[in-house]
T-cell receptor, first 113, second 113 residues
Framework: GQQVMQIPQYQHVQEGEDFTTYCNSS?????IQWYKQRPGGHPVFLIQLVKSGEVKKQKRLTFQFGEAKKNSSLHITATQTTDVGTYFC?????????????FGQGTTLQVKP | DTEVTQTPKHLVMGMTNKKSLKCEQHMGHRAMYWYKQKAKKPPELMFV???????INESVPSRFSPECPNSSLLNLHLHALQPEDSALYLC????????????FGEGSRLTVL
């Protein structure tokens, strides 16, 4: 079936260090979305990428969509304790006619102050 | 109003009980979703309603019964659940099935004894 693989599963960093999570699909995606879920919370939408090679920034967060539209990354510069949570990518496959998003397994980020 | 409201926030039920989870949104979204989320896992799609019609049922057991009374409301009726059904049940909505991001509610934390 259609899958989106996400790595790493966990990442522990010292506050101020950078962090990156990667998503990879075996098939071309129409778009990819990123969500953040704080501990005990619910997923919250961060961003959507649609175009091949697209790069978007939100303050210390940089999102990239690969040229082949099969992979994506989220990079956080100089992490802060407020960045703690689980980051999910969710891809919409190009062949989908249902609008069903396929979620990656998530990367849980811990930040040591 | 950019909220998806879920009730109850917490529910404990026995295996012979019948209960319902409720979800409401007033954003004019025409796609509504039920997800199940286990600890340290991504949201797992259960049902999708598009324009008040059930469009996706991800082979969910019949002890879970969804209902969409109107474009703002979504219910999940629960009957004869098993302990392994204990999870966080998330409702979400989108502007339309193939458009936009998911807005998640805070979830209903279900414990089946």
């Amino acid at each position: 079936g259609q899958q989106v693989m996400q790595i790493p599963q966990y990442q522990h960093v010292q506050e101020g260090e950078d962090f990156t999570t990667y998503c990879n699909s075996s098939t071309t995606l129409s778009n990819i979305q990123w969500y953040k879920q704080r501990p005990g919370g619910h997923p919250v939408f961060l961003i959507q990428l649609v175009k091949s090679g697209e790069v978007k920034k939100q303050k210390r967060l940089t999102f990239q969509f690969g040229e082949a539209k099969k992979n994506s990354s989220l990079h956080i510069t100089a992490t802060q304790t407020t960045d703690v949570g689980t980051y999910f990518c969710a891809g919409l496959h190009g062949s989908s006619n249902t609008g069903k998003l396929i979620f990656g397994q998530g990367t849980t980020l811990q930040v040591k102050p | 109003d950019t909220e998806v409201t879920q009730t109850p926030k917490h529910l404990v039920m026995g295996m012979t009980n019948k209960k319902s989870l409720k979800c409401e949104q007033h954003m004019g979204h025409r796609a509504m979703y039920w997800y199940k989320q286990k600890a340290k896992k991504p949201p797992e799609l259960m049902f999708v309603y598009s324009y008040e019609k059930l469009s996706i049922n991800e082979s969910v057991p019949s002890r879970f019964s969804p209902e969409c009374p109107n474009s703002s409301l979504l219910n999940l009726h629960l009957h004869a659940l098993q302990p392994e059904d204990s999870a966080l049940y998330l409702c979400a909505s989108k502007l339309a099935p193939n458009t936009g991001e998911l807005f998640f509610g805070e979830g209903s934390r279900l414990t089946v004894l």
